[in-house]
Nanobody
Framework: QVRLVESGGGLVQAGGSLRLSCAAS????????MGWFRQAPGKEREFVAG????????NYADSVKGRFTISRDNAKNAVFLQINSLKPEDTAVYYC??????????????????????WGQGTQVTVSS
């Protein structure tokens, strides 16, 4: 039911920054846990960051802590991922996802792919050396 569209990816030099956006439509995501995942060439999809419906709770993968910041604007039905100090190993397709289950109401931010039911098409982030 929820449609998600990512944007903001591109080609950037190592050490640079990007801000990814996720626009939701079809229904509000203001009561949903939202997450960012990524999939690099030859690797499985992995959790990057998540945020509770209220924004009061966030979770990050260890590899991105201190560099990535997830945020949301429920009035705009949008989620963002600020990426700083980019590394070549950050190169991947980045996906926005929504947890459509009742888990979201508790404020719990899952890192498990299976807990997210709605996905965007992905946006490519390429980091050059």
């Amino acid at each position: 039911q929820v449609r998600l569209v990512e944007s903001g990816g591109g080609l950037v030099q190592a050490g640079g920054s990007l801000r990814l956006s996720c626009a939701a439509s079809g229904r509000t995501v203001s009561s949903k846990t939202m997450g960012w995942f990524r999939q690099a060439p030859g690797k499985e999809r992995e959790f990057v960051a998540g945020i509770s419906w209220s924004g009061r709770t966030t979770n990050y993968a260890d590899s991105v802590k201190g560099r990535f910041t997830i945020s949301r604007d429920n009035a705009k039905n949008a989620v963002f991922l600020q990426i700083n100090s980019l590394k070549p190993e950050d190169t991947a397709v980045y996906y926005c996802a929504a947890d459509n289950t009742l888990r979201s109401y508790s404020g719990y931010v899952s890192k498990r792919i299976g807990d997210y039911g709605s996905w965007g098409q992905g946006t490519q982030v390429t980091v050059s050396s």
